[in-house]
């Protein structure tokens, strides 16, 4: 790698950090120069906006986000012990100890939902890809017989984002401990519903 390469992938890593203690639109090229040390021009040099800025952080994520959860998973056996993988790395994404503020992708959605550009699409982009890796894994297991041929697969990929979202709430933001337990009982008897009679 590149000196300039691994300069960008320092500052993105600050920029990341940065982003879950101040939110997405709160990460600007000053706030961003300060924490790295460098001026405000230097960093020109890497990104050309505020906007180009907040979506390479969006994508640097999306690339942290398949290391930890997706690559794993996908090792699982296919199908149901797949879409469990998937489910339990999530929940120790949201969980963990290593970042602050949980998923950034959650906690970009709030900000962005009604603000259409450039770094919304690039987010939806990515929520698609990733609601699109469990809806595609809940097809593998109906393909493996864990799930009944007539399972709408949209519809429980729907609830099971849900219970990852009810997770990052109940967990991150309002500190109950009882947040993994009832997200587990809630994906349990999801699989009981989707499971073949």
């Excluded at 640097?60 to 997706?70: G, H, I, L, Q, T």
């Amino acid at each position: 790698m590149a000196k300039g390469d691994d300069t960008r992938s320092s500052i993105l890593q600050q920029a990341l950090e940065l982003s879950a203690e101040v939110g997405l639109e709160g990460l600007t090229i000053g706030t961003l120069a300060k924490r790295v040390g460098m001026s405000k021009s230097g960093l020109y040099a890497h990104f050309e906006s505020k906007e180009d800025m907040q979506r390479q952080v969006l994508d640097a994520a999306a690339v942290c986000f398949v290391d930890a959860v997706v690559s794993p998973a996908l090792k699982k056996p296919r199908g149901l012990p797949r879409v469990r993988a998937l489910f339990e790395r999530w929940l120790d994404w949201i969980s963990s100890t290593e970042r602050k503020g949980g998923c950034l992708f959650i906690g970009s959605a709030t900000e962005l939902d009604d603000r259409p550009g450039p770094v919304r699409d690039t987010l939806v982009g990515h929520l698609r890809d990733v609601t699109g890796a469990l809806c595609r894994a809940a097809t593998i297991a109906v393909e493996e017989g864990h799930f009944r041929d007539d399972l709408d697969v949209d519809q429980f990929t729907f609830e099971l984002w849900g219970i990852l979202l009810a997770h990052h709430h109940f967990e991150r933001l309002m500190g109950n401990r009882d947040a993994r337990k009832r997200s587990s009982l809630a994906f349990t008897a999801l699989v009981r519903r989707a499971a073949p009679a």
